[in-house]
């Protein structure tokens, strides 16, 4: 059965992207191979994402992951239009669900931080992959966001590094 993991880089100060839903702060980052993005990569049977990160990736000629995975993509978004390659379902718990099939025994990548929340609320989150950056961006997306707080216990699962990456898995609880 397919897990559902949320992965994604993220500033040292906790931001997935600077105001705007801007992603630009990632191609200054000359990191080199990250043996843990590899092994997700390697890892991953389908990816689910919410409109907003849909947008972006449709203007990047439909790629996820740079062009570096292909495979099975669906997006949770009532109002998108639909472009090859990608599967638009409204409701999150049908998007998951026909994610999880595709990806057989494989990961679910779920990206975008708003989806990820959303997955985690359901209790569909298995685990969190991040990729602490060292980079500030002082204010954008938060990786965890959701104003009036909510607790998440996370259990740690693999800490490593790649050059100045540093590589943290959790298991949700």
Same mark, same amino acid.
């Given at each position: 059965?397919?897990?559902?993991?949320?992965?994604?880089?993220?500033?040292?100060?906790?931001?997935?992207?600077?105001?705007?839903?801007?992603?630009?702060?990632?191609?200054?980052?000359?990191?080199?191979?990250?043996?843990?993005?590899?092994?997700?990569?390697?890892?991953?049977?389908?990816?689910?994402?919410?409109?907003?990160?849909?947008?972006?990736? /449709?203007?990047?000629?439909? #790629?996820?992951?740079?062009?570096?995975?292909?495979?099975?993509?669906?997006?949770? /978004?009532?109002?998108?239009?639909?472009?090859?390659?990608?599967?638009?379902?409204?409701?999150?718990? #049908?998007?998951?669900?026909?994610?999880?099939?595709?990806?057989?025994?494989?990961?679910?990548?779920?990206?975008?931080?708003?989806?990820?929340?959303?997955?985690?609320?359901?209790?569909?989150?298995?685990?969190?992959?991040?990729?602490?950056?060292?980079?500030?961006?002082?204010?954008?997306?938060?990786?965890?966001?959701?104003?009036?707080?909510?607790?998440?216990?996370?259990?740690?699962? #693999?800490?490593?590094?790649?050059?100045?990456?540093?590589?943290?898995?959790?298991?949700?609880?």
């Amino acid at each position: 059965m397919a897990k559902l993991l949320y992965h994604v880089t993220m500033s040292l100060d906790g931001f997935v992207a600077a105001p705007g839903d801007d992603m630009s702060w990632l191609g200054g980052l000359h990191t080199g191979p990250n043996p843990a993005v590899e092994r997700v990569l390697g890892e991953v049977g389908a990816v689910l994402m919410g409109h907003r990160t849909y947008a972006p990736a /449709t203007t990047a000629e439909g #790629e996820v992951y740079g062009g570096r995975w292909a495979g099975p993509i669906f997006v949770v /978004t009532r109002d998108a239009a639909p472009m090859p390659g990608f599967t638009l379902l409204a409701g999150l718990p #049908e998007a998951a669900a026909a994610a999880a099939e595709a990806a057989g025994s494989g990961y679910v990548a779920v990206l975008g931080a708003r989806t990820a929340r959303r997955c985690l609320e359901a209790g569909l989150l298995d685990e969190v992959l991040v990729h602490v950056a060292p980079v500030l961006l002082g204010d954008g997306v938060r990786l965890f966001d959701h104003p009036g707080g909510t607790r998440a216990r996370l259990d740690p699962v #693999e800490l490593s590094h790649a050059g100045p990456i540093a590589n943290v898995r959790y298991r949700v609880r």
